[in-house]
């Protein structure tokens, strides 16, 4: 999987899933893609060899609320 279809999974799959998993009002949806294309999941999520962006979009979501309220980045796959 190169860049472009790594990119295009995200934007057409896996993020509008995350989006609904965390139940982000419409209103709230730039202010969240704001945060979240700063965490350091993103930063994974973008990485092939990290295969990151093989989960769901409910664990990517549950992974991504740690993150938020501990700062942590916990994915059991990447350890």
Known sequence: MNNSDI???LGIGLIPG???ELNIPN???VEFLDKF???RLFDLLKEENTAVWHLSARA???IYQEE???GK???PEYQ
Do not use: Q
Request: charged share 30%.
């Open 68 to 70: 938020l309220e501990t």
């Open 73 to 75: 980045l916990n994915i």
């Open 60 to 62: 990517l979501a549950d």
């Open 18 to 20: 995350i989006l609904e």
């Open 7 to 9: 990119s295009l999974l």
């Open 37 to 39: 294309y700063r965490s």
């Open 27 to 29: 209103d709230r949806v």
